[in-house]
C-alpha cells in the first residue's frame, strides 16, 4: 500500500499547514523556525527513506553511530530550542513555578494529537500496542486516542530519549545536531544542583516522579538540545514494529478506498496554558498529486490543509474478522517473553523505566 504514497514532513510554529516549511529528510543541513515563544534548529532523520524532497538520501550517517547503529532506530527528531519569555506576565502555575523563570517541567509536552476522532480507524490491536509502549518505552504517556479530540502527550523531561542543557554539537559527520545526555558546564551544574542523573535512561526514570518535574525548569532564554528516536516505528512501511507484535498502520487507515493523504503529528506544547511550540506533521500524498518538482498539486494540498493531521470523523471502522483474529493474551506473552531478557518484570510500568530505549 505504501508504494502509492510519497512521504512529505514539514514543520512550523502552529497547526496550520500553510506556515509550515518542507523539511529536509537526512540532510546535515538544519530547518531554523521560531516566533513569540521559542527558536527552533531541527534535523528529521528516517531509515530508508523514499520520499520528498526528491533524491533525498535514504539514510543519514546518524544512523552508523552508536547507540542508534545497534538499536537499530529508524528515525530520529533532533532539535535544539530556546524558550523566549513571555511579555508583561508574572502570573505562577499550579506548580508554583515562575513564568519570569521559564516552563515547568509539569507542563512541557511532547507527543502526539489529532483534531477529529480516530476511533473508528484504530486497527485491531491498538489497546496491546498502546500498553506495551507504556510499560516497555515510555511510562509517563497520557493520553485518550478514543476521544473526539485524541492525543498522546508524555512530559518531554521523560519522553524525549536524550536532553543536553546546551547548545549540544553540530556534527556534520553523524548527521548535523548531536546530542549527548548532560549538558555544557553551567548545565550540568544546573542538573547537579536538582539531582538530575547524568544517564539518559535513570534521567528518564527519575523524571517520572512529581517532586523531579517540580524541580526541573525549561529556562527562558536558555538552549536545549534533545533528541526522540526508537527503532519502533517503520516509516517506510508505516509500521510500529514493537517486541513479539506488529501493527500494520496503513493497512486499517486506508480503509475501503485509498484516501489523498494521511498525516502523523508530532507536537511540543504547554500543558498549562495551551501554546504550541513546535508541530512536525509525516504526511503521506497519493503520487498521482505531487507534481514532478516534487510540489503538492493544489486540490491535494488544500485536502491536506483541511486535515493536516486529522482522520476524518466516521470515515470507516475496523474490519471485524480482523479483530476477532487478533489474540491479545498471546501478542502480550511474546512481549514478554521477547523482554524478558534483558530485565523486564511482570508487572511493567517501574522495572520498564530502567530500560526506556
Known sequence: MTDKYLMRVTAGTSYDLKDHVQVPINSSKTLKIGNEHMDIELNVRIQNYKGLPRNSPSTSPYFSAPPHDYNKDQYSIAFR???????????KTDDDVSEEEGISAVDLQFGNDFDHPIRDRLPPGF?????????????????????????????ALSSLNTIHVGAGEYDEGRGGLWFEEGGDETGMKERSEIGAPDDAKARMKWALKKESKDQWVWKYGQTYGVDFFNP?????????????????????????????????????????TGQVYLVILFTLYLKEDVNEDGSIKPHAFEAAKKASGHVANGAGSTNDGDEESFDEEKAIEEARRKLSGVGVGNEGTETSADDVD
Open 81 to 91: 530550542f530556546t524558550p523566549k519569555k513571555p511579555t508583561g506576565s508574572t502570573k
Open 127 to 155: 489497546n496491546t500496542a498502546l500498553n506495551i509502549v507504556r510499560w516497555w518505552i515510555d511510562p509517563g504517556l497520557d493520553g485518550d486516542a478514543y476521544a473526539d479530540s485524541p492525543y498522546l502527550y508524555g512530559p
Open 232 to 272: 519502533y516505528l517503520d516509516f517506510s512501511e508505516f509500521a510500529l514494529r514493537l517486541p513479539g507484535f506488529t501493527l500494520p498502520i496503513m493497512k486499517y487507515w486506508d480503509g475501503q478506498g485509498l484516501r489523498r493523504s494521511h498525516t502523523l503529528r508530532y507536537v511540543l506544547r504547554n500543558k498549562a
